[in-house]
């Protein structure tokens, strides 16, 4: 998660705020992730609080929002935010989202992981 605060933006596009690439097929290899590519960049997550746009800007644009990655096990299914295909992302106009880290104490932790891991309520 990366946190900005009192940002601002001059002439900025939409479109050209973020592109947030998704996961290296190439990352799926038998030791680090089995048949599964790694994911970290579906689990990207942007908050903007206080931000100030002037000249052009994004239709989206409100002070506090939020940015997370095209995460179609997710993403779709937040009712405030809105798809974005050029930044290959979704725009958030909420301030509750977050992001669960789990640290591993085990001794291979490095060659095994357990990921992803759904919260369901």
């Given at each position: 998660?990366?946190?900005?605060?009192?940002?601002?933006?001059?002439?900025?596009?939409?479109d050209a705020l973020a592109?947030?690439?998704?996961?290296?097929?190439?990352?799926?290899?038998?030791?680090?992730?089995?048949?599964?590519?790694?994911?970290a960049p579906l689990n990207?997550?942007?908050?903007?609080?206080?931000?100030?746009?002037?000249?052009?800007?994004?239709?989206?644009?409100?002070?506090?929002?939020?940015?997370i990655a095209n995460n179609?096990?997710?993403?779709?299914?937040?009712?405030?935010?809105?798809?974005?295909?050029?930044?290959?992302?979704?725009?958030?106009?909420?301030?509750?989202?977050?992001?669960?880290?789990?640290?591993?104490?085990?001794?291979?932790?490095?060659?095994?992981?357990?990921?992803?891991?759904?919260?369901?309520?």
């Amino acid at each position: 998660m990366v946190e900005f605060y009192d940002t601002e933006f001059h002439n900025v596009d939409g479109d050209a705020l973020a592109w947030l690439m998704p996961p290296n097929t190439a990352w799926a290899n038998i030791k680090d992730c089995g048949e599964f590519p790694c994911t970290a960049p579906l689990n990207v997550l942007f908050t903007f609080e206080d931000t100030s746009f002037t000249g052009s800007k994004p239709s989206w644009a409100t002070n506090d929002f939020q940015i997370i990655a095209n995460n179609t096990g997710f993403a779709p299914y937040i009712d405030t935010c809105e798809p974005s295909t050029a930044m290959n992302a979704y725009v958030c106009q909420a301030d509750k989202l977050g992001v669960l880290l789990f640290e591993s104490e085990d001794e291979d932790k490095v060659d095994r992981s357990l990921q992803p891991i759904y919260v369901a309520k």
